[in-house]
Nanobody, 115 residues
Framework: QVQVVESGGGLVQAGASLRLSCAAS????????IGWYRQAPGNQREFVAW???????NYADPVKGRFTVSRDNAKNTVYLQMDNLKPEDTAVYYC?????????WGQGTQVTVSS
């Protein structure tokens, strides 16, 4: 079992950057995959990026080249660096910890990008 807590959201203008943090209640080196998902009003939750305990990363096409996911095992924290933000990135961003066969979600952090 694990608890994850997101932070770092906010209101920014298009072109700005934000860094989200996902702090875990246990060693992230024991968690298969930690991912970021987002949900905009009226839309389904969608995949953004994930990173495995081995450091492999994967990104959704809309964020490739702009977002970077990384991990700090010493701090039990996964980050999502978001650069060149666009209004369409506006959503609640959720952290997900995949400890097969269970998944654990945080409460989300709001990111709003104004044009």
């Amino acid at each position: 079992q694990v608890q994850v807590v997101e932070s770092g959201g906010g209101l920014v203008q298009a072109g700005a950057s934000l860094r989200l943090s996902c702090a875990a209640s246990r060693s992230i080196s024991t968690i298969n995959t930690i991912g970021w998902y987002r949900q905009a009003p009226g839309n389904q939750r969608e995949f953004v990026a994930w990173i495995t305990k081995g450091g492999t990363t994967n990104y959704a096409d809309p964020v490739k080249g702009r977002f970077t996911v990384s991990r700090d095992n010493a701090k039990n924290t996964v980050y999502l660096q978001m650069d060149n933000l666009k209004p369409e990135d506006t959503a609640v961003y959720y952290c997900n910890a995949n400890i097969f066969p269970l998944q654990y979600w945080g409460q989300g952090t709001q990111v709003t990008v104004s044009s």
